[in-house]
């Protein structure tokens, strides 16, 4: 049985809207149990995290996690919505793969995105900027 | 005087500074060391630190971050020192007009007396405008 | 006596010759190292230049820097190699040379490692810091293995310790015809490679790792000095070299030749080594220098006791 | 006790500026601060200013050395959208420059790898023998390193037949040459003294660090996007991946110099491929429909992720750009700390890290924001855009 279906049958209930592609999945989830699928699909199918990009929409914000399964090159891409704008919080997934300090520093650099239990949650790339960049990355309101 | 200006463009020793570039003039640069553009037999060398340097190789836009140092680096150079722009990305800001992290002109931030254009701009290219400069020096 | 006394210092065996025969050698360093590389390297008057136009630039005195060290080291350090250079020159050339003189060589040579370590010190920058500290431990590492290629030849030629005497006893038969003279004639190339701070061990001043360590923060004048003491080192080692082991110059006829030969052979082997291995760590260099070079040049001086 | 020794912005070591900040106890690394930002360009906020075709040329100006894996990605990204099939052509031109640009940037690391502990003949050497490798790129693109071959649905320029004995050669003698460098490095026991044991990164370590590339494969993780994703020709062409166990800077060393051999043979097969096979080299694409795409592509240093969001127009909604060195430079954290400063110097250049892809940039959706040339266009899309949510 494949990775994907084992998935499947194990998070039937948590998940919603799946689009299903060629070698591609992406599907909704729940902010509260972001940590124990990351934590699944790390540490049980072995997948591999590629990255997590941030999206903004009229009216919300979405960060899509992107994990790699490397040996048949299927990406599974779990999708959170975030509703309130002004102080969005998700939670981190620093502790389970060391590899997303980077990544999550990175989308609080530049959506403002607060991740809760991160080790060091300080700005990556505009880190004693000279100028004030903050959060270049949303909407221009005031412009 | 004529004579020590003949001295300097005979042994110009070259600092690589990177002000956020593609890193592909800073290849190119390095390039013009190897064999093929061998730049010791115009007695070029590249040193590691700024004190000893003569020219001021800058490539890349010079993003918000980086200018401060830029300009630190400028002044901790001693003082007969050239500055040479190396790429498109330095004269004109290349293909990265648009982006919100880059500082104004460089040339408001330090004098600068050469470009070299292009993305990235051939070897010949620079060996040409090193050889423009020393020859702005000879005479 | 005076008056040729200053002649000797500054012009024949001293400070001209020294540093000219220094530059021309450091060109045919760099030359040899450029067609090894299969470039085409420097033109002839390359050093010349680069002495010239470091006198003429801006010399930058650093804020944070003990000013007086600062400046002291290269003047000091370039001292030292002019009078090395008369000591080591007068019973090559001159046949001149006064009782124990190797040992005051010896000291000598401290004195450079010392204002290398003084001035990097002082220039109050981490680098040159480290590299001061890796100059001293350095110099603990090839300064034994040293002290040992020196004292066979003084064993072999009837324990005196005179230059000139240790040249005479050699008209019989070079140094290096005997077994032990090989080891010593090999460890002694060695040890200078590390005393010059030539490329496997050019540690003090790795250039891409610690950015020329002590030699960071100088620029200008003084940083003409150090060039020029590492250039004046090119001549001064391998004369020293060549008067323990090779038996000294002779100027009849084919002999100017002969000795031409013994200087180039002792710098093309220390290109050689220059160029075909890496930068060693400094704790794999003090392990080389003392469980492997340091025995050998031990057995040398055993064998030359007994006199084979 | 302990002191900081700041390594950078401007160091010989890196090629960009890199800030780091090694706590050093006497010459022995203990901890490592990492500080980027100073590449930072800002990629993805232009790329969403410009049309597809403009974003291709711009994502190729994100590293010089892997100046096509960007664009094959991102094409890849582009196509996965619709799943757009691109001429067999092609496909043999894009592995054949893939590969030739892996030849090109393992070398150049090579040389940089003996620069930085001091052998400068192997420097030489190895850049001596990468010339060939950059006129071969500029016989069939034009130019040395941004070859600007991409298109959605193909490549540029195609490979005219009566180059192909040129690069033939050229590749043979690039070969024979590999030979003698690969021996006079693999079996020179003052370098393996040197290198050996230096820095090592666990298996378990790189996995936890999700390391991608090179640097994984030392470590015996076998990842290879062209063997676990056959996009272009990898699946009608046949090499093996090279794994390596103790990972450190000398299994590196070997997996990219043995890689280097894999890549010869790689492109000699699509060379002669590419002889027998004629027809169009791009079919093109009027329209890009509305969703999402992931494009990936095995990069000199590793995985290159680019992920496209478009929503109809001309433009990409989104555009998310992941390089190699992104996940391999937080590797320093597991491997540097405990080795001898000069000894992490190599260690940070032993993962070959690309800053300037590692700080592309974030994007903002800047359909408020009005451009003069572009109103109309981002008027409409904000319209379009607008009736949608309402709509749902």
Known sequence: ????????????????????????????????????????????????????????????LEILYHFSNDETGQYFCPRIIIQNKDNPEVNSIAEIVKGAKWIERELFDFWGIK???????????????PQEVDKPLRFKEEK | MGWYQKRLAKSLWVFHVSASPCNNCDIEILELLTPRYDLERLGIKLVGSVRHADVLLVSGIVNKKIAPRV?????????????????????????????YNRCQKLDELIPVDMYVPGCPPKPEAMIEGMAKLMGELNE | MNVDLFFYLLVFPGFLFTSILGLIVGWIDRKVSARFQYRVGPPFFQNFNDIFKLLGKQTVLIKNSLKSPFIIAPLVSFGSLVILSLFIGLPLFFDKSFGGDILVILYIMVVFSIMVFLGGGASGNVYSSIGAGREIKLFLADELTFFLVCLIPIVSSGYNLELTSIISAQNAGAVVGSIHGIIGFLAGIICIQAKMTMQPFDIPEAETEIIEGPLMEYSGSLLAFWKLNHYMMYVIYPFFLIALYLGGFDFQGLGIIWSLLKYLLIVVIMIIIKNTNPRLQINKALSFFWKILFPITFIGLILAILGV | MKNKVPLGPYHPILEEAEYFELEVEGEEVVDLEMEVGWMHRGHEYISEQENFNQAIYLVERICGICSTSHPIACVHAIEDIDNIEIPERAQYIRSLVGEMERIHSHLLWLGLAGHFIGYDTVWMWSWKYREPVLEMMEIISGNRNHYGMMRVGGVGNDVVPQDIPELVDKLEMIEEKMNMISKAVQDDPVLKARLKGVGALTKKEARNYCAVGPVARASGINIDVRKDEPTDAYGKVDFEEIIAENGDVYDKLIVRVKEIFESISICKQCINKLEKIDGPVLNDVKEISKGEGIGRYEAPRGEVFHYIRSDGSNRALRHKIRAPSYMNIPTYKASCPGVSLSDALITLAAVDPCYCCTERALKIKSDSEEKPDLLQLSKQKTERIREEHNGN
Do not use: W
């Open chain 1, 115 to 129: 991740f809760k239990g991160h080790p060091n949650m300080k700005r990556l790339l505009a880190e004693n900027h």
């Open chain 1, 1 to 60: 049985m494949s990775k994907l279906d084992e998935f499947r049958a194990e998070y039937k209930n948590s998940i919603s809207d799946e689009i299903e592609k060629q070698k591609r999945y992406y599907f909704n989830i729940k902010n509260k149990d972001l940590r124990e699928i990351a934590d699944y699909l790390i540490n049980d199918l072995g997948l591999r995290l590629s990255t997590a990009s941030g999206t903004e929409m009229e009216n919300h």
């Open chain 2, 71 to 99: 300009k630190r680096l400028y002044k901790q150079a001693p003082e007969p020192i050239f500055v040479v722009g190396i790429g498109s990305c330095y004269s004109s800001q290349g293909v990265f007009e648009a982006s």
